[in-house]
């Protein structure tokens, strides 16, 4: 069974940085496409990014487009999302995904279990 689980959440002050971790079991980061959602309080599940199998081609929302990166270590089974000049509006629960997808679309399949992220103004 394919499992997510996602790590480096925490507190960080506006204009800051923060990496997120994703680690996959059960499943091989080169056959899915990776991504990133979140959940803010009080609003629907959001696609924050995501890159293809090969990790050649990324999407992302435009509230975030150019300044978070999303990069996959496919030896390690790992993606990551590095969020840098956070936003107090990028405090949201994060979820590592992953599914199919490319520079277009993104399709959910396999879920974590999420982590928090919290900017400060």
């Known amino acids: 069974q394919a499992h997510l689980v996602e790590s480096g959440g925490g507190l960080v002050q506006a204009g800051g940085s923060l990496r997120l971790s994703c680690t996959a079991t059960g499943l091989t980061t080169r056959g899915y496409a990776m991504g990133w959602f979140r959940q803010a309080p009080g609003k629907e599940r959001e696609l924050v990014g995501g890159?293809?199998?090969?990790?050649?081609?990324?999407l992302f929302a435009d509230s975030v487009r150019g300044r978070f990166s999303i990069s996959k270590d496919n030896a390690k089974n790992m993606v990551f999302l590095q969020m840098d000049q956070l936003k107090s509006e990028d405090t949201a629960i994060y979820f590592c995904?992953?599914?199919?997808?490319?520079?277009?679309?993104?399709?959910?399949?396999?879920w974590g279990q999420g982590t928090q992220v919290t900017v400060s103004a």
């Open positions: 995904v992953a599914g199919s997808g490319g520079s277009t679309y993104f399709r959910p399949e396999v």
């Open positions: 890159t293809n199998g090969a990790g050649d081609r990324s």
